[in-house]
């Protein structure tokens, strides 16, 4: 009896999960469609990140590996590696998160939506109101960014100096090592 009314019950997920209508489908597909910069910006944002961390140890490498006449070239260098494996990665990903957000995204948005929710969705996303708030974005971004490095500078710059001299020390490092960036390093 249990084994008949599980199979009832998935039966029925299934079917109802089938019987989704074509027109939420398609609101789902719009939504999808209306998403795309934040796929781009994700897409971006996932490339940078060990990019990010590659330069940051180069940096390290460079001050200490290179000499100094030859540091620039080589830094030169390697950012146009970077540059050129970020735009080659941000596609790459761009282009599979395409192709995967109507299987993972779509049935959340199918599950979790009505088809009238997912038609105020596409009319909020298509709005000049929406429109105008993500082109402020930036903007709004920049200015919270630079309200929070100054206000947090003062308490974290000295954090950022102390750990650096306590990295200093567990390396073995001469105190002459270099020092902390300059105030507002914590940007």
Same mark, same amino acid.
């Given at each position: =009896? ?11 997920? %299934? ?10 489908? +398609? ?9 795309? /910069?934040? &796929?781009?910006? =994700?897409? @971006?944002? $996932?490339?940078?990140?060990?990019? &990010? ?32 494996? %970020? ?5 790459? $990903?761009?282009? @599979?998160?395409?192709?995967?957000? /109507?299987?993972?995204?779509?049935? $959340? ?16 996303? +298509? ?33 950022? @100096? ?5 990295? @200093? ?19």
């Amino acid at each position: =009896m249990k084994k008949l009314l599980l199979v009832a019950l998935l039966g029925g997920a %299934v079917l109802a999960h089938a019987q989704t209508s074509p027109a939420k489908k +398609e609101l789902v597909a719009k939504v999808l469609q209306l998403q795309q /910069p934040g &796929i781009d910006v =994700m897409s @971006r944002t $996932i490339a940078e990140r060990p990019a &990010i961390q590659l330069m940051q140890a180069a940096q390290g490498a460079l001050r200490t590996q290179v000499p100094a006449d030859k540091r620039e070239a080589a830094a030169k260098t390697i950012e146009a590696d970077v540059k050129k494996f %970020v735009e080659e990665a941000t596609a790459v $990903i761009r282009d @599979r998160s395409i192709k995967l957000a /109507p299987s993972t995204v779509g049935p $959340i948005l199918e599950e979790k939506f009505t088809e009238d929710e997912l038609k105020q969705l596409v009319a909020w996303l +298509e709005s000049p109101v929406n429109k105008k708030f993500q082109q402020a974005g930036p903007e709004m971004q920049s200015s919270l960014v630079q309200k929070v490095v100054a206000e947090t500078s003062p308490v974290l710059d000295p954090k950022l @100096r102390a750990l650096q001299e306590r990295m @200093r020390t567990a390396l073995g490092l001469p105190a002459d090592a270099p020092k902390a960036p300059a105030k507002g390093a914590s940007k």
